[in-house]
Each structure stands twice: as C-alpha cells, then as structure tokens.
C-alpha cells in the first residue's frame, strides 16, 4: 500500500477532476428518456437546463436547493484533492444564489492498493472547506472502487426572489468570470510530469478558492444570469446561458483572465481529453478568429471561477464588488440579440 508521504494519487486515475466529466455531446444521449416523469409546480430547476442543482419551493417563498458532485483525483497530495473536490460541489450551489447547509460525502477507494489513511486525509480536507463554508459534513457513503474518487451532495436554502439560473439571460448584458482558466492544463502538466515546481500551487490555490460570492450576487440588482465554468469550459458553459435565453454571445478574448503559464505547457500538448471532448460537442456553434484558441477557451475546468450576465446599467456596481473581494472585475464580453446559428462570436 502507498503512504500519505508518497501517494501521487493522479496515477491512479485516468482522469483529472472535472475533466472526467462526460462530454456535453454525449450527455444528452445519456438523460434521453422515454419514461414519464412526475410533474411538479414545487420543482423550479430541474436538469432541462443543464442548471447547476435543482431547486424545490418548499414555501414561504424559500427553495431548497441539491447537487452532487464527484470526480477523480486532479492533484497528488490527498488533503488538496479533498478541498478541491469539496469547493467544486459546493460551488453550485452559490452558483444558485443559494446558501449551503449541509453537506455528504461521496467516496469511492481502492482500499487494497491505497490505504485507509490516505482516504483519511482526503475526506479532512473536505471538512476543511465545509468549515469554511459554515456548513457541517454530515455523513456520508463510501464503495470500494478501482480508481478514488471523492465529492459531495450538498444541500442549500435560497430565498426564491433572489434565485439565479442559467437561463434567464437578456440582450445588453456584460459578461464577468471571476477566476482564471487554464487549471485543467496545468493539472494535465503535473499528470504528465512536465509541471514546473514554481508553478505546482497556480491550479490547487484557484480550486481550492470558494465561490462564496455568488451568495452576494444573488441580492445584487441587474444579475440576470449565474452559473459556475467546470467541466464544460467557459464557452460550454456560456453556451448553456446563450441556448436557455435564446441570446448570442460576444467574448472580448484579450481581456479573458488567463493564467499566463499554461502557454508553455499547451506547446507540449498538455490539453486534457475533456477539452477536445468539449469542442467535438460544441465547436460548430462557436466562431472563432483562431483555431489555438479553443483549447484555452474549452479548456475543461474544475473548480472554476463563476460566470455572471448582468445589465449595462448594474456592471459597475458588480464589478466593485468583485474588485473587493479580490476577484477579476473586468469584462469578458457581453449578449446581443440572437441572430443565426453562432451562439458565441470570440474577438
């Protein structure tokens, strides 16, 4: 068995964190159904938007909100890899607008190959960011299983008024995304052994970062759509906002937030398989002035920044907001009225 000083838990996965996520393409494949389903007017979100978590009205104007989210380690050391996976499931929900309450472990471990106290490890850094969430990890379940994995189902509360979903966008509006991308080709890097040491905590610290902030937008005026950039990259997610409001997308690429390392490791071919997952989904809606910059643009994020429509006249009181929290402030882009078959037009 691998000990905690030597466990390099990346090797025991065929893939990093949310870039295990099934493509968009094959998604909708998999929640096909020809099954009747239980309608419900106390169901306000369910999966027909590819939203974040679902919501339930549980009356005197509250809803409850549930997610889950798992995946295969993204980072070697256990206690990082807990953390990160804990912050990406809470993420949605704050993506919501919604308050996390409580969270349940999800854990999946090769018990024979990688020992007990390693899955310790990584089950404590996930009650590290439930402390900093304010939220207890409240059980759980965990399987025997060929490669580790390890999440959480979280639940929130949100006053409904204050919701956000990822469908409720309109034309005019000024596109923000609060963290850098690039994290899934820096943790194809360290996967592949080509990571730098100075560049070894660039990835971890940004996924390991809450999305806290969500909960403050949601009272903020002029937000009309919310939603976290994960597996999907910015433009799969983006293009959820742009089909559910039936709007078009304009991103302004030089003032994308980038980490300005990943360059080095896209000439050696470090591009997670998700990412060209991604774009064989949804590459034939996305315009694009050169073809390189697909795989910043698609890269497949884990833990990744959230992404916010607000109206021209309430930008500048978002983007203070972000600019004190000391997260990216400035614009990305913005909508426009629909107008053919591109959803997403990159200058």
């Known amino acids: 068995m691998k000990d905690i000083a030597n466990i390099k838990l990346t090797s025991y996965s065929h893939g990093a964190g949310c870039g295990c996520k099934i493509s968009p393409k094959a998604l909708t494949t998999v929640l096909k159904t020809s099954v009747p389903q239980i309608q419900s007017d106390k169901l306000i979100v369910g999966n027909d938007t590819r939203d974040d978590a679902a919501v339930y009205d549980i009356g005197n104007g509250q809803g409850v909100i549930s997610t ?24 949605d929900i704050y993506a919501m607008g919604g308050k996390p309450i409580m969270a349940i472990a999800i854990l999946g471990w090769p018990i024979n190959t990688i020992s007990a106290e390693v899955a310790n490890q990584v089950i404590e850094g996930g009650r590290e960011i439930c402390r900093e969430a304010g939220i207890v990890l409240a059980g759980g379940h965990s399987i025997d299983n060929p490669e580790p994995l390890f999440g959480l189902a979280v639940t929130g509360l949100v006053d409904l008024k204050n919701l956000k979903r990822n469908d409720t966008a309109t034309a005019g509006c000024s596109l923000y995304l609060t963290k850098p991308l690039g994290v899934g080709i820096l943790a194809t890097a360290q996967k592949d052994g080509k ?21 403050k937008l949601s009272v903020m005026e002029g937000v009309t759509a919310l939603t976290d950039v994960t597996g999907f990259g910015l433009l799969g997610h983006l293009l959820e906002i742009c089909e559910g409001s039936n709007v078009q997308a304009v991103i302004e690429y030089e003032d994308v937030p980038i980490f300005k390392e990943i360059y080095s490791y896209l000439e050696q071919g470090c591009i997670p398989g998700g990412t060209n997952r991604n774009w064989e989904s949804y590459g034939d809606k ?32 978002i983007e203070e907001l972000l600019d004190s929290n000391k997260l990216y402030s400035k614009s990305i882009g913005y909508l426009t009225e629909y107008e053919d078959g591109t959803m997403i037009v990159v200058k």
């Open 195 to 215: 990571l730098l040491d100075e560049h070894a905590d660039i990835a971890p610290n940004s996924m390991m970062k809450l999305n806290s902030i969500g909960e």
């Open 286 to 317: 996305i315009a694009l002035p050169d073809e390189s910059m697909r795989n910043i643009l698609a890269d497949a994020q884990t833990s990744g920044g959230l992404l916010i429509a607000v109206k021209e006249d309430n930008a500048k009181a």
């Open 68 to 91: 889950t989210d798992f995946f295969l380690p993204i980072v070697d050391d256990p206690f990082k890899f807990g953390k990160i996976a804990a912050a990406n499931a809470i993420s």
